[in-house]
């Protein structure tokens, strides 16, 4: 696999900013037909908000999503990749933090998105698989 990430990233992402509330993200999501937005401050990536954040961070908590802000909510624990980095190591940083989506830096400036499918696409059916099942195992927090 010699395609790098900016090969098979989705560029200029939709972001949002973390004064926005959370049903501005959440139909931003809706409308995009996607599960996770960066939070930007400019054009610098400060965070990620997600479906799961709204659903444990505000509708389990009983928050009112039209005052709860994203900066109340969002993730802040950052997992990137740069643009130049070879598929297989976006691959790796997936499975390892068993996310789906990878946020794309540059300089500190969000460019782009690489995702799971966007890999795939490129794959065989194989590696594919095997990303899937990597990302898929429950984490230890998540084990009963």
Same mark, same amino acid.
């Given at each position: ?5 900016? /090969? ?6 939709? !972001? ?27 054009? %610098?990536?400060? $965070?990620? #908000?997600? /479906? ?13 999503? %039209?005052?709860? !802000?994203? $900066? ?6 950052? #997992?990137?990749?740069? &643009?130049? %980095?070879?598929?297989?190591? @976006?691959?790796?940083?997936?499975? *390892? ?14 460019? $782009? #998105?690489?995702?799971? @499918? /966007? ?6 059916? %194989? ?7 990597? #990302? !898929?195992? &429950? !984490? /230890?927090?998540?084990? *009963?």
């Amino acid at each position: 696999m010699a395609k790098s990430v900016r /090969d098979a990233m989705t560029g200029d992402p939709r !972001s949002i900013g973390a004064t926005a509330s959370v049903v501005e993200a959440a139909r931003l999501m809706r409308e995009q037909h996607i599960g996770s937005l960066p939070i930007t401050e400019g054009e %610098k990536l400060v $965070g990620m #908000i997600t /479906d799961r954040d709204i659903t444990t961070r505000v509708v389990a908590e009983a928050a009112d999503p %039209k005052v709860t !802000s994203v $900066g109340d909510v969002y993730s802040r624990d950052l #997992i990137s990749v740069e &643009p130049d %980095k070879n598929l297989q190591e @976006a691959l790796e940083l997936m499975a *390892r933090h068993q996310v789906r989506r990878l946020p794309v830096v540059e300089n500190d400036r969000l460019v $782009g #998105i690489v995702a799971q @499918a /966007d890999i795939a696409l490129g794959e065989n059916e %194989k590696k594919t698989g095997e990303l899937v099942e990597a #990302i !898929s195992e &429950p !984490s /230890d927090g998540e084990r *009963r």
